[in-house]
Nanobody, 125 residues
Framework: QVQLVESGGGLVQAGGSLRLSCAASGRTFSFYPMGWFRQAPGKEREFVAAITRSGVSTYYADSVKGRFTVSRDNAKNTVYLQMNSLKPEDTAVYSC??????????????????WGQGTQVTVSS
């Protein structure tokens, strides 16, 4: 089992920045890839970004590429999502997730076994 707790969400104006954090406990954090997903009102949850267990490789949805950066600090059992140039369409509940296996297998929700409760990000125009 692994417990994930997100923080850092809030209200920001378009063009602004936020950094989300996801603290993990209960399982060897560094053994598994981590992902970020988001769900806007009335929409399905979608992939945002992911990072392999070493942090060497990162993956992004086309909609956030060039604006968001995923990183991790294995010594602190924490993964981050730096969000710059935010747009109103980025408004959603953002959740982190821990990979189902040590090898990164993809950006499907089924590739991730454990989920946090989420943190709200609201971008005003």
């Amino acid at each position: 089992q692994v417990q994930l707790v997100e923080s850092g969400g809030g209200l920001v104006q378009a063009g602004g920045s936020l950094r989300l954090s996801c603290a993990a406990s209960g399982r060897t954090f560094s053994f598994y890839p981590m992902g970020w997903f988001r769900q806007a009102p009335g929409k399905e949850r979608e992939f945002v970004a992911a990072i392999t267990r070493s942090g060497v490789s990162t993956y992004y949805a086309d909609s956030v590429k060039g604006r968001f950066t995923v990183s991790r600090d294995n010594a602190k059992n924490t993964v981050y999502l730096q969000m710059n140039s935010l747009k109103p369409e980025d408004t959603a509940v953002y959740s982190c997730a821990a990979g189902r296996s040590p090898t990164y297998t993809g950006q499907s929700q089924a590739d991730f076994a454990f989920w946090g409760q989420g943190t709200q990000v609201t971008v005003s125009s």
